[in-house]
């Protein structure tokens, strides 16, 4: 079955308690899958390989990027950026996927960005909300993830820009464009 082989591949590539959150994630998205009728096979796809690059070298990613063509607005972001377009690379390099859909949810899990699909939607989803998720506020956004996809990324993205001001952190411009898409959209 393609879950254990993705399972069995990212598994040593990370700590037992990122494992554990990619399992989280993975029973979420499935969930938001047949509950807002998108592809569970490929939502469980993109859950299980997310983070597989989020414990990846900060250098050799920074040169993945270089050499490979990535947006090149990623070469002055640390790991927390770049984890999620270095991972759609591992996917679909490492592990064939074509399916391009899978690979942007992959590739934007972490910032979203303008005019998101609705399988991208759920994987930012559950990144957020899945079960061993614990912040002040989470219970809102899986209640709001429970009545409505849509509403359910505005308020995710919402709390995510929130958070980077409240922290005086950087913002990456693409995650700004999704927030800017999202609010106007849904007001
Ligand atoms: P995780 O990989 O499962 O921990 O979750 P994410 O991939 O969604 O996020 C990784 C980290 O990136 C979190 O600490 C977020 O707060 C942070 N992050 C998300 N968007 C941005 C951004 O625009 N700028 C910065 N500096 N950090 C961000
Ligand atoms: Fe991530
Ligand atoms: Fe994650």
């Known amino acids: 079955m393609e879950r254990d082989k993705y399972l069995s591949a990212i598994k040593p590539r990370m700590p037992e308690k990122r494992y554990i959150h990619t399992i989280g994630v993975m029973e979420t998205a499935i969930s938001l899958a047949?509950?807002?009728?998108?592809?569970?096979?490929?939502?469980?796809?993109?859950?299980?390989?997310?983070?597989?690059?989020k414990y990846a070298d900060e250098d050799w990613?920074?040169?993945?990027v270089k050499e490979n063509g990535l947006d090149a607005r990623l070469a002055e972001w640390g790991s927390e950026i770049l984890h999620g377009p270095v991972g759609?690379?591992?996917?679909?390099?490492?592990?064939?996927?074509t399916n391009e859909d899978i690979l942007n949810s992959i590739r934007f899990h972490t910032t979203g960005r303008a005019g998101m699909s609705k399988?991208?939607?759920?994987?930012?989803?559950?990144?957020?909300?899945?079960?061993?998720?614990k912040f002040d506020g989470v219970e809102h956004l899986r209640k709001s993830a429970s009545e409505d996809l849509d509403i359910a990324m505005k308020a995710c993205i919402c709390h995510s820009i929130r958070f980077l001001v409240n922290t005086e952190q950087p913002i990456y411009p693409v995650s700004i464009e999704?927030?800017?898409d999202v609010i106007s959209k849904y007001a």
């Not at 990613?61 to 993945?64: H, V």
Request: proline share 2%; net charge negative.
């Open 34 to 53: 047949v509950k807002y009728g998108e592809d569970s096979t490929a939502a469980e796809t993109a859950a299980i390989l997310h983070d597989i690059a």
């Open 61 to 64: 990613m920074r040169q993945m």
């Open 88 to 97: 759609a690379w591992i996917a679909e390099t490492e592990f064939n996927i």
């Open 119 to 133: 399988l991208e939607k759920i994987i930012y989803i559950a990144d957020m909300i899945e079960p061993n998720r």
């Open 178 to 180: 999704c927030f800017n």
